[in-house]
């Protein structure tokens, strides 16, 4: 189904929130106002996408792009002139791990977005294929600090051909290194909050920034505000 482009839906990609970029880097959000830019815009054009069909669900692929929506919402009188101003209506925000409802207001059965199809709507939209800023992954640096959830809850042990695994609680293998990486493995499976830079052990930046990638592409760790 082809997207209808509504021009005051689409005129809301210009709606500018200085106020926002500022409290984005004041509280470490972004690193830099030009970060703060592009995560903004994203967070306008999803809200655009799910403004333009209503017979699906659309789900909050990235992390950080849902930080900045929320950040957004806690300028109250500023969110809802940008959501009257652009859509007629206050927009609600659905976190990524909100419960979904199963039928819109006639009845009939939403149809669940896969992430691909996502990218091909945000395509048909706007234009152009969806930014590396969707993938919370491209954002790990040395600098760069993440948050476990699943601290004391994942296990480190060796293989008996001298690697050593990160599983779940479940035993499924995360990731798999080779000795090098056992302190950092240790220090990852106990730790809740830290910098891609404090991995202990004799990893290079590069090594440890590999490692952080992997585990936030798949929701292990998140990078943090």
């Not at 703060?36 to 306008?44: A, I």
């Not at 006639?106 to 896969?114: C, D, M, V």
């Not at 695994?165 to 302190?183: C, K, M, P």
């Not at 930046?205 to 936030?216: D, G, M, P, R, Y």
Request: hydrophobic content about 40%; glycine content about 4%.
């Amino acid at each position: 189904m082809t997207i209808t482009k509504t021009n005051s839906a689409l005129d809301a990609l210009t709606y500018e929130a200085p106020f926002l970029i500022e409290k984005l880097l004041k509280e470490h959000i972004v690193e830099t106002e030009a970060e703060g830019h592009v995560l903004f815009m994203e967070v306008k054009r999803f809200i655009v996408l799910t403004q333009s069909e209503n017979t699906v669900i659309w789900d909050m692929y990235s992390l950080r792009i849902d930080e900045v929506w929320h950040q957004f919402i806690l300028f109250t009188r500023e969110y809802i002139d940008f959501c009257l101003r652009y859509f007629g209506k206050y927009v609600q925000h659905s976190p990524s791990n909100a419960p979904k409802p199963v039928t819109v207001p006639n009845g009939k059965p939403l149809t669940a977005l896969s992430f691909e199809n996502f990218q091909i709507r945000y395509q048909e939209l706007f234009g152009k294929p969806l930014p590396s800023v969707w993938f919370d992954e491209t954002s790990v640096t040395p600098q760069r600090r993440v948050v476990n959830y699943n601290a004391n809850q994942l296990i480190v042990c060796d293989d008996n051909q001298g690697m050593v695994n990160l599983l779940d609680q479940t035993g499924t293998v995360l990731i798999s290194v080779n000795e090098i990486a056992r302190d950092a493995f240790d220090f990852i499976a106990k730790t809740g909050t830290f910098y891609v830079r404090e991995l202990p052990g004799e990893l290079t930046s590069e090594e440890k920034t590999a490692i952080v990638e992997i585990l936030v592409k798949y929701k292990i760790l998140r990078v943090a505000p």
